[in-house]
Protein backbone atom coordinates (compact mmCIF):
# COMPACT_ATOMS: atom_id res chain seq x y z
CA UNK A 1 0.00 0.00 0.00
CA UNK A 2 1.02 3.64 -0.88
CA UNK A 3 2.23 5.75 2.07
CA UNK A 4 0.24 9.15 1.27
CA UNK A 5 -3.40 9.63 0.89
CA UNK A 6 -5.56 12.09 -1.16
CA UNK A 7 -4.87 15.90 -0.40
CA UNK A 8 -7.17 17.16 -3.28
CA UNK A 9 -4.74 18.74 -4.92
CA UNK A 10 -2.86 15.73 -6.47
CA UNK A 11 -0.35 15.89 -4.21
CA UNK A 12 0.59 14.28 -0.87
CA UNK A 13 -0.68 15.29 2.66
CA UNK A 14 0.21 14.47 6.33
CA UNK A 15 -1.83 16.43 7.92
CA UNK A 16 -3.10 15.08 11.39
CA UNK A 17 -2.29 11.31 10.51
CA UNK A 18 1.30 9.86 11.46
CA UNK A 19 3.60 7.36 9.48
CA UNK A 20 1.53 4.66 10.40
CA UNK A 21 -2.07 5.04 9.11
CA UNK A 22 -0.63 6.61 6.18
CA UNK A 23 0.74 3.08 5.00
CA UNK A 24 -2.52 1.68 5.34
CA UNK A 25 -3.77 4.55 3.09
CA UNK A 26 -4.65 4.63 -0.75
CA UNK A 27 -3.31 7.34 -2.92
CA UNK A 28 -5.17 8.07 -5.98
CA UNK A 29 -4.49 11.74 -6.64
CA UNK A 30 -7.26 14.01 -9.15
CA UNK A 31 -6.25 14.72 -12.57
CA UNK A 32 -3.45 17.25 -12.65
CA UNK A 33 -4.40 20.42 -13.12
CA UNK A 34 -8.50 20.10 -12.42
CA UNK A 35 -9.82 22.78 -10.97
CA UNK A 36 -12.68 20.88 -10.00
CA UNK A 37 -10.91 19.94 -7.01
CA UNK A 38 -9.32 22.82 -5.53
CA UNK A 39 -10.15 24.09 -1.99
CA UNK A 40 -10.34 20.55 -0.78
CA UNK A 41 -8.77 19.06 2.36
CA UNK A 42 -7.21 16.09 2.94
CA UNK A 43 -9.44 12.94 2.71
CA UNK A 44 -7.92 9.54 4.57
CA UNK A 45 -9.02 6.19 1.98
CA UNK A 46 -8.60 3.00 3.59
CA UNK A 47 -9.88 -0.45 2.54
CA UNK A 48 -10.13 -0.89 6.27
CA UNK A 49 -12.90 -1.04 8.76
CA UNK A 50 -10.70 0.88 10.96
CA UNK A 51 -7.73 2.94 11.75
CA UNK A 52 -5.49 1.93 14.46
CA UNK A 53 -4.53 5.09 16.98
CA UNK A 54 -7.90 6.90 15.69
CA UNK A 55 -11.78 6.42 16.23
CA UNK A 56 -14.58 6.72 14.30
CA UNK A 57 -16.33 9.92 16.28
CA UNK A 58 -19.25 10.04 13.50
CA UNK A 59 -20.68 7.85 10.24
CA UNK A 60 -21.29 10.24 7.75
CA UNK A 61 -22.88 7.36 5.66
CA UNK A 62 -22.41 5.16 2.43
CA UNK A 63 -20.08 7.39 -0.33
CA UNK A 64 -19.75 6.70 -3.90
CA UNK A 65 -17.99 7.68 -6.99
CA UNK A 66 -19.47 6.41 -10.59
CA UNK A 67 -17.71 6.65 -14.17
CA UNK A 68 -18.77 5.18 -17.19
CA UNK A 69 -16.43 5.06 -20.14
CA UNK A 70 -16.21 4.05 -23.68
CA UNK A 71 -13.04 3.74 -25.75
CA UNK A 72 -13.34 5.71 -28.83
CA UNK A 73 -13.78 4.27 -32.66
CA UNK A 74 -9.70 4.14 -33.04
CA UNK A 75 -8.85 2.78 -29.49
CA UNK A 76 -11.27 -0.21 -30.28
CA UNK A 77 -9.98 -1.14 -33.42
CA UNK A 78 -6.44 -1.38 -31.87
CA UNK A 79 -7.48 -3.39 -29.02
CA UNK A 80 -9.49 -5.65 -31.39
CA UNK A 81 -6.55 -5.84 -33.47
CA UNK A 82 -4.12 -6.33 -30.48
CA UNK A 83 -6.77 -9.15 -28.92
CA UNK A 84 -6.11 -11.37 -32.15
CA UNK A 85 -2.46 -12.03 -31.11
CA UNK A 86 -3.10 -12.18 -27.58
CA UNK A 87 -1.57 -10.51 -24.49
CA UNK A 88 -2.43 -7.64 -22.55
CA UNK A 89 -4.54 -4.68 -24.45
CA UNK A 90 -3.05 -1.80 -23.28
CA UNK A 91 -5.84 0.52 -24.50
CA UNK A 92 -8.41 -0.95 -22.08
CA UNK A 93 -6.12 -1.12 -19.19
CA UNK A 94 -5.09 2.32 -19.55
CA UNK A 95 -9.26 3.29 -19.91
CA UNK A 96 -9.89 1.18 -16.63
CA UNK A 97 -7.27 2.84 -14.60
CA UNK A 98 -7.94 5.95 -15.59
CA UNK A 99 -11.79 5.40 -14.77
CA UNK A 100 -10.71 4.25 -11.43
CA UNK A 101 -8.69 7.32 -10.66
CA UNK A 102 -11.41 9.51 -11.51
CA UNK A 103 -14.33 7.05 -9.10
CA UNK A 104 -11.88 7.93 -6.40
CA UNK A 105 -11.79 11.44 -6.94
CA UNK A 106 -16.03 11.58 -7.05
CA UNK A 107 -16.31 9.68 -4.36
CA UNK A 108 -13.56 11.82 -2.47
CA UNK A 109 -15.67 14.79 -3.23
CA UNK A 110 -18.74 13.67 -2.37
CA UNK A 111 -17.50 12.55 1.02
CA UNK A 112 -16.07 16.22 1.47
CA UNK A 113 -19.64 17.43 0.52
CA UNK A 114 -21.24 15.07 3.69
CA UNK A 115 -17.96 16.78 6.02
CA UNK A 116 -16.24 13.37 6.27
CA UNK A 117 -12.38 13.82 6.69
CA UNK A 118 -11.99 10.45 5.81
CA UNK A 119 -13.79 6.76 3.93
CA UNK A 120 -13.52 3.57 5.21
CA UNK A 121 -14.00 0.17 4.13
CA UNK A 122 -13.29 1.61 0.26
CA UNK A 123 -14.05 -0.87 -2.60
CA UNK A 124 -14.38 -0.97 -6.68
CA UNK A 125 -16.89 -2.74 -8.71
CA UNK A 126 -17.36 -2.90 -12.33
CA UNK A 127 -19.73 -3.55 -15.18
CA UNK A 128 -20.12 -3.40 -19.08
CA UNK A 129 -22.93 -1.07 -20.24
CA UNK A 130 -23.36 -2.61 -24.16
CA UNK A 131 -19.93 -4.32 -25.60
CA UNK A 132 -17.86 -0.59 -25.60
CA UNK A 133 -18.98 1.12 -22.31
CA UNK A 134 -17.23 0.22 -18.84
CA UNK A 135 -18.99 1.61 -15.27
CA UNK A 136 -16.63 1.87 -12.42
CA UNK A 137 -18.12 2.69 -8.95
CA UNK A 138 -15.59 3.35 -6.07
CA UNK A 139 -17.77 3.10 -2.50
CA UNK A 140 -17.26 3.54 0.78
CA UNK A 141 -18.47 4.11 4.38
CA UNK A 142 -17.94 7.88 4.76
CA UNK A 143 -16.79 8.63 8.38
CA UNK A 144 -14.95 11.52 10.65
CA UNK A 145 -12.04 10.10 12.33
CA UNK A 146 -10.51 11.55 15.66
CA UNK A 147 -7.24 10.86 17.58
CA UNK A 148 -7.81 8.12 20.00
CA UNK A 149 -7.11 8.57 23.79
CA UNK A 150 -4.60 6.88 25.17
Do not use: C
Request: no cysteine; net charge neutral; charged share 20%.
Amino acid sequence: MSSSFWDGRGGRGGRGFDRFQLEVALYFGPTAGSAMYEGIEAMLVVTTENVPGYRIRDVKGQVFGVVVRSRGLGGNIMAGLRSLAGGEITEYTQLLEEARRHAVDRMVKNATLMQANAIVMMRFDSAEIGQTMSEIVAYGTAVVLEKANG
